[in-house]
């Protein structure tokens, strides 16, 4: 049936009896012909509580020591569960990021894959071995452990699926990916499947199921990724002959989706934070001005939208930024203000960015006019937009969220029948 | 002044402000102007959580597996202790047992060190970094994590002081060795040196300040060895000019014991149980038959007394093992009853194994003729007795453990003045 890399996130390891839950999804697959890697995270919590000890040791922490002890989190996942498996009669080890020797370079606590050295693990797992691979971790050229960053145990999976040239399942706590968030709109229907593209945007914009690296690189690689959800019973779901693909959301090319919606999904974000600058002399080189120092800051800064006075002279300048970073940006602006020449600044935290996504997009017209449309219908105001080729996102009142997501999505008719 | 390997165990980096004390005696060894290596153990409590999640996994679990999950322990406390070293302003770095290849042979649980890269991490001290250790852990031929057994960090500190031509100070939760335990006699002295000889009989006869492995070590590559106390104000203790050693008890050559005691201390072990084999034959080959399915069940058997009937046509044959194995001694001997052809068996698991260890013993008739004497005025029956060169130890009745210590303890000439 091929290689398979599966993944396990930290809620689906908490405790021995969810581990043995695992187990039991990695038999069902090994009994249905696979080969198969697994891919875990540290069991919940655990992660929280290495980094709090970090903290307590220093709030200026060396990254490359809070790597080392953060990294054991997944280390002891890995172990328990080659154990586990053992006790069901499945040959199985666990693998550190250096036992594989998953290369990454020296960017402590940030690094990323430069290499896998696949060939050993290919060879045991043709041999009937489950590798258990410690994810989230890696090793420098200077041999020091490294992390990929928070949530970089999806990626670790993809990057072994792209190594081992398999295909990968992400198991997580939910079992798919869904038109829009199922706790606001209750309509919200699981998709069966989701291009790249589209799956990327939703990720970057707050759809919270798949971190954003791993479908870049599943993207790249053309590993074909399912989302599924490992609460689902592990014995009941049969393995269709001929397709490999459970009940999950298939990430995947878009060529292979065959009936391609207009709008996919809707991705909203309530991390987003509002500034103003008011009063600004409307002249070449305000713009870099006012962003430069905020650059200079580290401080990402994602909508901008530019109102010009009347006259022409004057300007008001209005972006966003993540609410993390709202008061740092907030005082880079005041301590430039005599070189920016602003009258005065406003910022608020309360705002939502709402975002339709879909490829169809790129070949209909007005799909953008009719989201427009819509929330003017409902009476809410849009503060900001931004478009790209298979998105629009537009910045609303924090207070009309939910409103917002139930219009469009029967709007754009993705409400289950 | 020196290279110098500082070992501190579970209880002395228990938490964040423990290892903050553990640092403070590293900073004050560093600035007195010594190379500092230091191996540390897993925060108390924390192996102990480790293995039981290994329990739940599976009852028979892989030790390999074991190994990995249980070296984490020591992972996190030595890249927690490199964090606080360095929040102190000094140069600081953690190493697992992989990463400083400390190279042992592939026992699971119970590897032993076979060899030390120690050039890279001697360039490091000399360059003025603190390597800050992972105890109890290396790393096998296969490239698995291997752990040492437990109390494994005193063998690693000794092995790395071994290999990098080091003292070593043995930092614990008592501040040296002492005559005998001095929770059950007020009167007990700490020495201020000891030999490896009487160290080494001492440890394996019950008195737990130091891992008998670890004292053997010592012993063979001559590494000076000091037991100190890590709960010792970290900033008081001057380091006297010409005395690299400070209030703790040194463990070394006997040579340089300039007063050397006929009885330097007294140690006991409630871990024994005895074991009487009833009126077997007392013909060539019972001891074997005896004994070795005993061995076959990994069972090791210390103190042997055999009596004779006055026909001498029977005998009965008493022994010790420790307590832990009693149960299946007795089942081992019961089933192979037929074969040994014995009467009855009786076991004890309410005995004391007292011992006096001292080299001038050597040389000094009468002095297990005294312990003999002073038990039996004290109204205590002796079950059994074994002697080396530079110890004699008698099995006695539990309930008599105090009375006898108090009172060798005196007879000796041990009482602190």
Redesign the interface.
Known sequence: MGRLVMKFGGTSVAD?DR?RNVALHVKREVEAGNEVAVVVSAMAGRTDE?VD??R???A???R???D??VA?GE??T???L???L??MGIKA??W?G??VQVKTNSAASAARISEIDSERLADEMAAGQVCVIAGFQGVSPE???TTLGRGGSDTSAVALAAALEARCDIYTDVDGVYTTDPRIVKQAKKLSRISYEEMLEMASLGAKVLQTRSVELAMVYKVPLQVRSSFDPPNDIPVVPGNNFGPGTLVCDEELIVEQEVVSGIAYSRDEAKVTVRHVKDKPGISAAIFRPLADANISVDMIVQNVSPDGEFANVTFTVMVNDLDTAVSVLESNKEKIGFESLESAPNVTKVSIVGIGMRSHAGVAATMFDTLASHGINILAITTSEIKTSVLIDEDYTELALRSLHTVYDLDAA
């Open positions: 021995i581990i290495l000890l970090c307590q040791a220093s200026d922490y060396d490359r020591e809070y080392s002890i054991t280390q002891v890995s172990g328990l080659a154990i586990v053992q006790d080890r666990s550190t250096w036992q041999n020091r452990i």
